[in-house]
């Protein structure tokens, strides 16, 4: 690892980019991708509907198939670590005790947890896939914000608000 951190001249890391569905946490995610690339980073991104059509196919959205999720991704996410790539992960996560795990297996040294809030009514807005009126009428169970809780991070290394700073100011802070 200390040979690719020296050719590549940056280490590796995982950001969990974490919040409620419609914060931005995706769009924050590729334009920080974008940003980082262009500086010569070893960077790459791990977002939940990508991850949903292959390594996560055989999931489901219950408080089990989320958490086998983001365990598959953390560990992904390692391996990639361990490469020398920068990771950013972009999951609504919604329960803490998850996290924690992500955050004891990617190493406490290189793991951050950004969480990217957004009011509820600002996620419903920018929910172009319809998932909150899906989970108003009960066609989606489980679904944090609706159904079941989110459990916003207490202490994230980063906090941004997505509904009072466009993308680029965000990636900014990042």
Known sequence: ???????????????????????????????????????GVNVMVLEGQSMRLGLGRDLGFSVKGRDENL????????????????????????FADTRARAKELGGADRFLEVHVDAPIEFCRENDPSGLYAKADIGEIKD???????????????????????PVDECVERL
Not at 7 to 36: D, F, N
Not at 80 to 94: D, H, K, Q, R, W
Request: net charge negative; glycine share 6%; charged share 25%.
């Open 1 to 39: 690892l200390e040979e690719r951190i020296e050719k590549q001249g940056h280490k590796p890391a995982t950001l969990l980019l974490t919040g409620l569905t419609g914060t931005r946490k995706r769009s924050i995610a590729y334009a920080l991708e974008r940003r980082l690339f262009e500086e």
């Open 71 to 94: 365990r598959r991704v953390s560990e992904m996410a390692h391996l990639l670590n361990e490469a020398g790539t920068l990771c950013i992960c972009s999951f609504v996560a919604p």
């Open 143 to 165: 679904f944090p914000g609706v159904t079941v809780p989110y459990e916003a991070p207490q202490a994230p290394d980063c906090k941004l608000d997505s509904s009072e700073q």
